[in-house]
């Protein structure tokens, strides 16, 4: 796959891994990266340390879920995760793929038709003068617009007011729209961590407009 010009503002790196996560990520990533033939049904974009992913494999057995995540920490956690002590898969977690990198190279290389795509409480970069690293802009909804089924849906979660406002503001730019229908949210480390200090995260369900 040809590397586009795109830059990522999030951390690729955090504390040294461990042993265990080095080989993990060695042996084990190359194994469950996304193959050109198989559907992929589900994506989560920015899965941190994986909780959701995995409890999005969980309760959909029969579904293919990749999951996009440039901070290699998160990869190895999530590996760690879905692994016995041989470093094998196990049985629940065999239908998830990962792309290690920005969600967007593997985005604008491919063709998917997703029936949901999740994005939980994605960095809000709440800083004036950092409003242009905030990734869920007109542009980039429209871009996952065009890998959404008919009667998909994007689900985003925040917990951060101002930014699931500016979310909204930029909808109307888009060819999504809003709906009402209620989706079971798991509750990640993010939102437990709560850093904006708001009384709850606020939820956003787009689908293709009419």
Known sequence: MEKQEIRTFGRRHGKKLS???KSLVRNVLPGIAPTESEQI????????AGEHLRELA????EKTILGAEPFVNGVASLLSAITNESNQILPEFRRIRVFPDD??????????????I???????????????????NADFL??????????????IGTDHWEYYDWIMN?????????????????????????????????????????
């Open 103 to 116: 969600v967007r190279l593997i985005l604008n290389a491919r063709e998917f038709n997703f029936a949901e």
């Open 19 to 21: 042993t265990r996560q």
């Open 118 to 136: 999740w994005i939980l409480h994605p960095d809000p970069w709440s800083k004036a003068r950092h409003e242009k690293r905030r990734l869920l």
């Open 142 to 155: 429209d871009l996952l617009s065009k890998h959404l089924a008919q009667n998909g849906k994007i689900i």
């Open 41 to 48: 049904n589900i994506l989560e974009i920015g899965f941190g």
């Open 170 to 210: 930029q909808i109307p730019n888009t060819n999504l729209r809003q709906t009402d229908s209620a989706h079971d949210i798991v509750k990640t480390r993010y939102q437990k961590k709560n850093m904006a200090h708001t009384a709850e995260p606020k939820y956003i369900i787009l689908t293709h407009a009419a």
């Open 58 to 61: 969980v309760a959909n057995p």
